[in-house]
Nanobody, 117 residues
Framework: VQLQASGGGLVQAGGSLGLSCSAS?????????MGWYRQAPGKQRELVAE???????RYIDSVKGRFTISSDNAKNTVDLQMNSLNPEDTGVYYC???????????WGQGTLVTVSS
């Protein structure tokens, strides 16, 4: 599975950005969940949001109400709309695709999101 992410960039606090990720490859039918992780400078990578093929979503508390994850199963894409961004949202965002229970994981190349105060 190959993941190609796009989006990100520099935005002022309170602004919005969108991230998109497209999956391709030969075993896409094995992917049951897609999501976005982020890694801030000096911190560990953390889950931001994920969505299952059934449409179930999960968010970390700090982004609830501000970020929205969506997917298109037919196109094998996952998007993350980020609103009301704050400097704590700064980091490299990675697209993730996984099999059941995250037994196998694939990662995109990472895209930088910088929120200035």
């Amino acid at each position: 599975v190959q993941l190609q992410a796009s989006g990100g960039g520099l935005v002022q606090a309170g602004g919005s950005l969108g991230l998109s990720c497209s999956a391709s490859g030969s075993i896409l039918s094995s992917i049951v969940i897609m999501g976005w992780y982020r890694q801030a400078p000096g911190k560990q990578r953390e889950l931001v949001a994920e969505i299952s093929r059934d449409g179930d979503t999960r968010y970390i508390d700090s982004v609830k109400g501000r970020f929205t994850i969506s997917s298109d199963n037919a196109k094998n894409t996952v998007d993350l709309q980020m609103n009301s961004l704050n400097p704590e949202d700064t980091g490299v965002y990675y697209c993730n695709a996984a099999t059941l229970l995250h037994q196998y994981n694939w990662w995109g190349q990472g895209t930088l999101v910088t929120v200035s105060s």
